[in-house]
């Protein structure tokens, strides 16, 4: 079992940064594939970023491609989303999942076993 628990949301005006983070309970953080989700008021939930067990293997959404980066640490059961260049289509609240699947993109929120309750991010015009 592994509860998240994501923080870093906020208000924000549109170019500006924010770093979503998520904490893992659980001794096997590690060997858990994660992501990044969202889902703005009114439409369907989606991929927004996932990284590998090792950190080395990320992938993203063209969306948020060239102005998030996805990163983990292992040893404080971390994941983070660095945004930058908000834009008010960015506004929604994120989720940060779990999967036991190592392997593949992640693009598919069904693979995902665990989530967060999430954190709401606004981006101002």
């Known amino acids: 079992q592994v509860q998240l628990v994501e923080s870093g949301g906020g208000l924000v005006q549109a170019g500006g940064s924010l770093r979503l983070s998520c904490e893992a309970s659980?001794?096997?953080?590690?060997?858990?594939?994660m992501g990044w989700f969202r889902q703005a008021p009114g439409k369907e939930r989606e991929f927004v970023a996932s990284?590998?067990?090792?950190?080395?293997?990320?992938y993203y959404a063209d969306s948020v491609k060239g102005r998030s980066t996805i990163s983990r640490d292992n040893a404080k059961n971390a994941v983070y989303l660095q945004m930058n260049s908000l834009k008010p289509e960015d506004t929604a609240v994120y989720y940060c999942?779990?999967?036991?699947?190592?392997?593949?993109?992640?693009?598919?929120?069904?693979?995902?076993?665990?989530w967060g309750q999430g954190t709401q991010v606004a981006v101002s015009s």
């Open positions: 999942a779990a999967r036991r699947k190592l392997y593949g993109s992640g693009v598919s929120q069904y693979e995902y076993d665990y």
């Open positions: 659980g001794r096997t953080f590690s060997s858990y594939f």
């Open positions: 990284i590998g067990w090792s950190g080395h293997a990320t």
